[in-house]
């Protein structure tokens, strides 16, 4: 054996010791660890995948290899600890503000398990018993610091069925539990659709069970972060998984399919064990279960590149920030749950905007809803920490306001609902859903003090004349403190000395103090307490009785206002189902209200939902529109299986033109008025997007393989109702490559699919596909150059889209502008001409074709965006297929011959014979003629 000092502890491991499971060290002593230490041990064999965080008085501590990890990740003093055994490194976080510490450890990837005192230090004579109460993962943390507000935290389990047939034909089930809240849902999937549904949910841990294929669901390849937690593998098996379901829903077989049972019985399963596995958890009141194919599905790619929730520049803005106006955290979440998962049902879709039509129509009654909803707390999670006992009285009272608005709020609803003519359907079930709980209500606002502290053993938390018992005893408690309030008036004059204070200290209680001066005067039964510098203090015996009785008194009182408080928290726990139904329905006004705010400060309509048209008049981009100063306007007429092959250049607003169409549907099929002046929108099933890869600013991953795969995708799953948005596609390779993938992506898709595509590209010959194309057409984005009086060469963008074909492919220009050697650019200009002629032929079809549709409605603002410099796209505009000669309207003239005047000289030095003294005077030359 080693000796005991610090060292020896990683002396000789060849392997990592890991700070999750029992430390080697005491499991080589286990029979003579001190009892507490053996505690540790027990605990940390318990829960192996865990850290465990034992508490020691005020702190948590954690030992050996934990201790090291505790040190460097929180931050704290490394110590040790020494007894009898041997020498033991120990890391501590103050209890107190634990949260803070846990945080760190979570988010360093580790499960945190506190192993918490579970008897009171006084009540044993001997070691104070401990036990894990609570494991916190990332997917099962409750403590509400810890949690977001905006975004529900999921933990999930997927499983599949236990037929041993082909994978691929496999159905399984993603289940998952909102362990702070309650919420429990469940759905099939097919194998494949596994990833698609788990990037939508995105939980934030994951049970994955033991026959899934676990190739396509590493977390490396999932599109968030997760942590994947192997857990009781038992717990996925049928009869195990029904039982432990058996204890929330009756006859769970009857409505669940066994790959379901199997998912909700593990998450479920999992979400006890991190509770401290004290059996079912209550507030999980009903498990719900849903479809995948009732839902607009956005993929994950999709979703990311669309910025529905994140952002792909560090500050940039999302649609969900654009156009929440929610109240409540209840709120938020539904909205960010509604633009997830968009609804597919015409009908379902109409009722949502007759509920946002009818709001709308009342803006003042909005604005007071809007006031109203801002009370509310969150209410799902404090009912979830009610059930689960740990709320406070302060979480008690936060209930009680929230309730306390709802009567408020169901009034402006009737109101809403005498003024409309529409058919507000909702708004009357959620007027009608809408329980403002009085028996709840009357029993928080009797029981609970109303400004009650953190704590709930120490008293001040339950009201005045609820409980005579507890009356009784805080006015016992008051007498004796006023006795003791008016005791020194008495003893002043009693003794004579004016000086004489009584006072109190946590230590010693109650004393009356005498300053030395005036000892003498000091009446015979005071006996002394303790000496100061220039006094002394001292007791007398019915000071003393008197402070034991009001001692006693204040012990029982607060232990008898955490009993009542203890039930009258389980009489509201009692109710969580109501109070469950009342968050549900204030999330989904909340929602509501949301939309009927944009539509009302955005001027957003209301589309009409259309059978198979898609078209959008005037419409904007929800978020440039927002974070710009102006914005124009473009619309599109799209049946299905129509294909636009959208050109221009660079920044001229192809990429923000076909996200605001894939915008616009999302926000259509999720019930919220559109920013447009009309908007046409049929009921898609999937959106789907690709970025090319070299536009992939984000995902320093993306490459062309990558993209390529993604393709595979969409030409797998696409159907003739969906939306297909690919920007910049085949950039990532060689040109030639790129473009006959691209091209032969547009043909399959028209041929093959019919969905709706929009396609930008920069391969402006790629639009000569329309020629072949009946479906397929061209639209483009201009630039202008015109001269500004302070800025001789600035571009105009007009950001409108317009029919037909980009008229230029303007590389050349570019190349010849950069100085690529004139022979260079003349032969490709002869390349250009050659292959120019099928192009103009086959791109007029393309036009032609195009005329036969509406298109395109254009509010004539031009958005000037200027560019101080010659930029790429200034010379673009100016001049098309490479004339020399070219002059825009507008320019002014002078500047520009002598500008191109210069440029010819450039172009026409012939570097290689040139001597370096030569091309200096040169450039002095050609700069002196740009100056005159
Ligand atoms: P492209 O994809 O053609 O390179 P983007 O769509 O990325 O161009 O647009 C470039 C910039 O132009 C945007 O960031 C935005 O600021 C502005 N822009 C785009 N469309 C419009 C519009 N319709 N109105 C006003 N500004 C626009
Ligand atoms: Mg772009």
Known sequence: MTTDTDTDVDAGTDLEPQPEGPPEKMLTRRTELTPMLSQYLDCCEAHPDALVLFQVGDFYEAFCEAATTVAQVCEVTLTQREDSTGTYRMAGVPIDNATSYIEALLSADFRVAIAEQVEEAEATSGLVDRAVTNIITPGTVTNGDLLTDAAATYLGAVSITDSDGDASEMTGAIATVDVSTGACRVTSVEHDQIYEELSRLRPAELLIGPEVDTKTIESSSLPFETMQTTHNSGAFELATATQTLEAYVDEPTAFLSSAERRAVGAVLDYAEYTQGDCGPLEYVSRIRRYKT????????????????????????????????????????????????????????????????????????????????????????????????????????????????????????????????????????????????????????????????????????????????????????????????????????????????????????????????????????????????????????????????????ASNRADKLEYELFCDIRAEVAAETSRLQAVADAIGRLDALVSFATIAISHAYVRPEITADTLAIEAGRHPVVEQTQAEFVPNGITFEKGHIAMITGPNMSGKSTYMRQIAHICILAQAGSFVPADAAQIPVLDRIFTRIGASDDISGGESTFMREMSEMTDILHNATESSLILLDEVGRGTSTTDGRAIARATVEFIHNEIGARTLFTTHYHDLTTVTGSLPSAFNLHFKVHRKTHPDNDASVTFLHRVTSGAADSSYGVEVAKLAGVPTPVVEQAQRYIHTEGEDYTEISEQGTHHHDELTHAEMVSVDHDNQQNQASDDDEIARSPRGADTNTDAGINQSDVSANIDVLKSLRDIDIARMTPLEALNMLENLQRRLDE
């Open 293 to 552: 194919d009732t839902a607009l599905r956005v993929d994950a790619t999709a979703i990311q590149s669309l910025e529905l929730f994140d952002s792909r520049q560090p500050y940039g803005e999302t649609l969900i920030e654009t156009i929440d106006e929610t109240s409540s955290a209840l709120g938020r979440r539904t909205l960010e749950s509604w633009l997830r998962r968009p609804l597919a049902d015409h009908e379902a879709i109409k009722t949502r905007y007759d509920a946002v039509a009818a709001l709308a129509e009342n803006p003042l009654v909005v604005e007071t809803l809007t006031e109203k909803l801002s009370h509310i707390y969150d209410l799902e999670r404090l009912t979830a920490r009610t059930a689960r006992e740990q709320a406070d009285a302060r979480d008690m009272r936060s209930l009680l306001q929230s309730l306390d608005s709802i009567p408020e709020i169901k009034s402006a609803l009737i109101e809403v609902l005498t003024e409309t003519e529409l058919p507000a359907e909702i708004l009357e079930q959620l007027q009608a859903e809408l329980d403002s709980l009085d028996d709840i209500r009357t029993l928080i606002d009797t029981a609970v003090c109303s400004d009650p502290p953190q704590t709930v053993t120490d008293g001040d938390v339950i009201a005045k004349g609820f409980n005579d018992d507890l009356d009784d005893i805080r006015e016992r408690e008051e007498a004796g403190r006023e006795w003791v309030s008016e005791l020194e008036t008495r003893e002043r004059e009693r003794t004579g000395i004016d000086s004489l204070e009584v006072g109190y200290t946590e230590v010693h209680g109650y004393y009356i103090e005498v300053t030395n001066p005036n000892l003498d005067h000091v009446p015979d039964e005071y006996t002394r307490r303790q000496t100061l510098k220039n006094a002394e203090r001292f007791y007398t015996p019915a000071l003393k009785r008197r402070e034991d009785e009001i001692i006693a």
